[in-house]
């Protein structure tokens, strides 16, 4: 298994509060995103990170912002959560074999 | 913009038949093309990719896929289903930006093992 953990796995939260996931890897991969899944839609880009502070948009971004101070951990932070936001997220990370993405085993949301 | 379809959300079929989830794509330059598998409550594991090499891809757990550039598809196949194939698969694309892989993902099929 790719050395990704994600925290919390399970959070229930209201509207309005903010919310921040966690994403670790081991592997000191130099690329990491953040995807959600909802049904009917598979996985959607919401951010992605090409280094420490080197971040850019991916298809779904409103409402969401990211972090990258140490090549470790990728933060995805909801400054006010919304209903439309409850999903389930998932980080990954680009592996040195070519082409290859891994992910973790994913962060479940529900926004009350 | 590069995109993916796959043709069923719900694919049935029996222990020991063939599985045919199929996935066709839309992309600008010439794709990296992979298929991952979600079991229940699980991330996404990788089954198998494409990146211009051998056409016919062998991938995880007796998967394979074949890429067709004239039909714009690269569909997963598997000889003879077990129980345990009972997950959901997703279709992904990429540009091949190596080191960037942005995955363009289709809507994902439901496969279920009929005893």
């Known amino acids: 298994d790719a050395g990704i953990t994600q925290s919390p796995r399970h959070k229930v939260t209201e509207t309005g509060t903010p919310v921040t996931l966690r994403c670790h890897q081991t592997?000191?991969?130099?690329?990491m995103y953040w995807y959600r899944q909802d049904p009917g839609h598979g996985l959607r880009l919401i951010h992605y990170?090409?280094?420490?502070?080197?971040?850019d948009k991916g298809e779904v971004s409103d409402g969401y912002s990211v972090s990258r101070s140490k090549t470790e951990d990728f933060l995805l932070t909801l400054e006010s959560a919304t209903s439309s936001q409850t999903s389930v997220y998932f980080c990954?990370?680009?592996?040195?074999?070519?082409?290859?993405?891994?992910f973790g085993e994913g962060s479940w949301l529900t926004v009350v | 913009a590069q995109s993916v379809t796959q043709l069923g959300s719900h694919v049935s079929v029996s222990e020991g038949a063939l599985v045919l989830l199929r996935c066709n794509y839309s992309?600008?330059?010439?794709?990296?093309l992979f298929w991952y598998v979600q079991y229940p409550n699980q991330g996404l594991q990788l089954l198998l990719k494409?990146?211009?090499?051998?056409?016919l891809v062998k991938g995880i757990n007796g998967f394979e896929a074949e890429f067709k550039k004239s039909e714009t598809s690269f569909h997963l196949t598997k000889p003879s289903a077990h129980m345990s194939d009972a997950a959901e698969y997703f279709c992904?694309?990429?540009?091949?930006?190596?080191?960037?892989?942005?995955?363009?993902f289709g809507t994902g099929t439901r496969l279920t093992i009929i005893p």
């Open positions: 990954a990370i680009s592996a040195d074999t070519g082409n290859t993405i891994y």
């Open positions: 592997e000191n991969h130099r690329y």
């Open positions: 990170s090409y280094g420490v502070k080197d971040t």
């Open positions: 992309s600008s330059v010439p794709p990296y």
């Open positions: 494409y990146t211009s090499a051998a056409t």
């Open positions: 992904a694309v990429s540009d091949g930006d190596f080191g960037n892989e942005k995955l363009t």
